[in-house]
């Protein structure tokens, strides 16, 4: 199974924003959107052995952790609105410390970074990290941030942690998830 | 330059479509719209020597050619509605065989596939091709279609290029686009 875990420090934790505004007053929504889909579709069907965990960290009720996992998904098509629809969805329910199915394969918990790391031994995506093509046994749990860069105190929860980088350039989360599975596949085939 | 086109097969040539309905209404609008943000975006601004061609070939008005270049667009941002509300805006102007600026940095005109593979030495992407990675010299254009495979008369105006494939699975368009750029990045780096 990989695990990619994404921290999208302005996003909402309200079922109440606009799907016509996702960049807005969702608090960069979008990319997580472009995340889930990133993480799960290829042409022909679901990456099924994938779990994509949002962390959302933005206003009103931070944090909360919305789940998808590929194997259990419905519902879900490639579109950014598609994703958003079952995450409002997902926030507009209560929050235990549980996950709690909130769609037909979508779950949701309150909770956020710490809770995860405490779960699976992550590592980092960021442009300083080692290549992923010279790393001989790939991980299997990735954290990675938003648009934003970690603050201090994810700076210090994420201390030690390896960090692996997928090319020379800084990308977007999204393109970041979809050069590294391409790595995952090239060595699965 | 790097120069990619993408086939719309069902993609409306009107600008009379709903930005909150591009998979259904405007014929999967949204897999043209992320090939823009896969094409166009890095993690601190765009790919300025990228081009996008999009070549729509839906209903009521086809063919017609919406261009993206990554040197002069303006306005965009890397959500699917906002390439998508460019796209609305192109296709509610008069066309001519010319390209002719719609919104700032981005331009539309009468024509399709023939007109480009006329123009410039495109290359396939397909799952079927050579892998990118065993390739000594990139080439610069790349053909690729959405959802659908290529028709019978797209078939016979390919017949004799040579194809690539940036993997082992079959990946979506956009995905396809990111995993191509992350290897000339490498390359040029």
Chains 1, 2 share one sequence.
Do not use: W
């Amino acid at each position: 199974m990989l695990r990619f875990a994404v921290l999208g420090h302005l996003a909402t934790t309200s079922g109440k924003f606009s799907l016509s505004d996702m960049p807005g007053g969702a608090g960069r929504m979008d990319i997580l959107c472009r995340c889930v889909n990133a993480s799960l579709f290829l042409s022909h069907g679901m990456r099924r052995d994938v779990e994509v965990y949002l962390v959302l960290l933005g206003p009103p009720d931070p944090p909360k952790t919305v789940l998808f996992p590929g194997k259990t998904v419905r519902y879900l098509s490639p579109d950014e609105r598609s994703s958003g629809s079952l995450i409002q969805k997902a926030l507009a329910q209560p929050v235990s410390e549980e996950f709690r199915e909130t769609t037909p394969g979508v779950f949701v918990r309150r909770g956020g970074l710490p809770e995860l790391l405490a779960e699976y031994p992550f590592v980092l995506l960021d442009e300083s990290g080692t290549d992923i093509r010279t790393v001989s046994l790939l991980p299997d749990n990735y954290l990675l941030s938003d648009h934003l860069n970690l603050n201090a105190q994810e700076v210090a929860a994420v201390a030690g942690m390896p960090v692996f980088s997928v090319g020379p350039l800084a990308l977007h989360a999204d393109h970041t998830l979809t050069v590294l599975l391409n790595e995952h596949d090239r060595r699965a085939a």
